[in-house]
């Protein structure tokens, strides 16, 4: 691992300084992505600005019955509040279906959204990668590709987004709160993180002296009846391959309301506005949620070897919102 | 050029101040600077938990934990698990049922337990909870799901599951 200097920031205020005046500094949060990077080779700063220690380590209700949930707050925190769990429970499933225990005390909020693909030719440095070096290209498209994009992918990247928490929070509405230089900005998550494009180094929008310091969740009757479905390649402690946030409200047999939010399958947790829009109204049935996972996923371009995942996520949104609507 | 510093540590029970290298792992800290080698280094990357020991109270993997962002911290390793010589309900439980092999992911598996069971009795739910919003009765499903970060090569799961469902009864 490349030496480097460790500071603490005591303040929100006094970590933009730091990222401002130093290039190559990153903000360190739990940990348990960026030291494995720098283990890897991936990641190599020459200052790490402890984060842990700022006092956004909360969950507070807002007045408008919404949460504000602290940049630090750890994941396993996070699944065990009781506002979480009763009120989102679509959340606490997918941070409960993320990683293991002892990750979730201690990976943040913050960092679980910043968290790096785990394509593993991003993970290689012997490897070229267009998203840790631009311009080498990328093998995925020809190589192991199995389990990456369906959706939303570029001629330069095929990386999908590990998380399992951002999906739900997509799912929500949720909004991330940032501060930087000029003050703070509010920054919808759906629009949070990227698509590759021809930027594929770019994970989210999120600049480079800008640290995030909390994520809003607004008040929702319909959340309360969510859920997070996760298919992967064994029982437990594995990232998806396909999962599902869903929240549905069904009334006299017909979709009064829906939101849906697909993981594992694009650079970013995928809003299903296309499928929402097209179950809004219709009779609450299989056929219905059939064709609405179809609506979506007619914008799948799988890859050679990864078309499996297209019906994978086809099936188990339809199953989800099944089970949703019973 | 590599920095050093100076952190504070509260390792079963002692006090302990060192002059480390920023990048050094509080799981390296323990087996070479301290000589606790109960915990293991298994992956060095968080996915096989046999470096698991209890962090201010919480389980949490020792090779991705930096050291000097943990100073002033609080750290109990299989080696301060049991107490005045006498083994924990759990580590009893885990000699009754056989619950290893090889042995080298014991530490990990215990002090991930200890933690699990305290969790489990705080009424944090897992993803093997029928419904995240109620108090989980620690079944052999739940205690498989929350044990899922402690990875067993020799697989003595069966036993492991039956001597932490011992002390739950």
Not at chain 1, 76 to 98: F, I
Not at chain 1, 245 to 272: C, M, Q, S, T, Y
Not at chain 1, 309 to 319: D, E, F, G, H, M
Not at chain 2, 43 to 55: E, S, W
Request: hydrophobic share 40%.
């Amino acid at each position: 691992m490349k030496p480097f200097r460790y500071e603490r920031a005591d303040d929100e205020r006094s970590a933009v300084a730091v990222l401002a005046g130093t290039p190559g500094a990153r903000l360190l949060g739990g940990g348990t992505n960026l030291v494995d990077l720098m283990r890897l080779g991936v990641e190599t700063p020459d200052v790490l600005v402890d984060v842990t220690r700022l006092p956004a380590n909360r969950v507070d209700v807002m007045p408008d019955g919404g949460l504000l949930i602290g940049a630090g707050v750890r994941n396993s925190d996070l699944a065990a509040d009781h506002h979480v769990r009763t009120r989102y429970p679509a959340l606490a499933e997918a941070l409960l279906s993320g990683a293991s225990g002892q990750l979730r005390n201690l990976a943040t909020t913050a960092g679980n959204l910043l968290q790096r693909t785990r394509c593993a030719y991003f993970q290689d440095v012997a490897s070229p990668c267009n998203k840790r070096e631009p311009g080498t290209g990328c093998p995925a498209i020809e190589g192991d590709h199995r389990n990456l994009a369906v959706l939303g992918h570029s001629s330069t990247c095929v990386a999908t987004h590990p998380s399992d928490m951002a999906v739900a929070l997509v799912m929500f509405d949720a909004v991330v709160r940032v501060i930087g230089p000029a003050g703070v900005r509010a920054i919808p998550l759906v629009d949070f993180h990227r698509l590759p494009g021809t930027s594929p180094q770019r994970d989210t929008v999120l600049r480079r002296d800008e640290l995030i310091v909390a994520v809003q969740l607004p008040p929702s009757d319909l959340a309360r009846h969510s859920t997070y479905r996760k298919v992967r390649e064994r029982a437990s402690f594995s990232f998806a391959v396909v999962s599902v946030a869903a929240a549905l409200d069904v009334r006299d047999g017909r979709v009064e309301d829906v939101r849906i939010a697909l993981g594992g399958l694009a650079h970013k947790p995928w809003r299903a506005r296309a499928a929402e829009d097209d179950l809004r109204g219709a009779p609450a049935d299989a056929a219905t949620f059939d064709r609405a996972a179809w609506v979506e996923l007619a914008q799948a371009r799988p890859l050679r070897d990864n078309a499996y995942k297209v019906s994978l996520a086809q099936a188990t949104l339809v199953r989800t919102l099944t089970e949703l609507a019973e | 050029m590599a920095e050093r510093v100076t952190v504070s540590l509260t390792i079963n029970g002692e006090q302990h101040t060192l002059e480390i290298d920023t990048r050094t792992s509080l799981l390296d800290l323990l087996r070479e600077h301290l000589g606790l080698t109960g915990a293991k280094k298994g992956c060095d990357q968080g996915q096989c938990g046999a470096c698991t020991v209890l962090l201010d109270g919480r389980r949490a993997n020792a090779c991705l934990a930096l050291a000097v962002a943990h100073d002033g911290a609080d750290v109990l390793t299989i080696e301060g698990l049991a107490d005045n010589g006498s083994l924990t309900p759990l580590q009893a439980a885990f000699v009754e049922h056989d619950a290893f092999q090889c042995g080298y992911c014991t530490p990990g598996q215990l002090c991930s337990a200890t933690a699990m069971l305290a969790e489990a009795d705080a009424g944090w739910p897992s993803y093997a909870s029928a419904d995240v919003a109620g108090n989980p009765e620690l079944d052999a499903a739940e205690i498989r799901e929350r044990m899922s970060g402690n990875i067993c090569r020799c697989g003595a799961y069966p036993n492991i599951v039956a001597a932490i469902e011992e002390v739950t009864r």
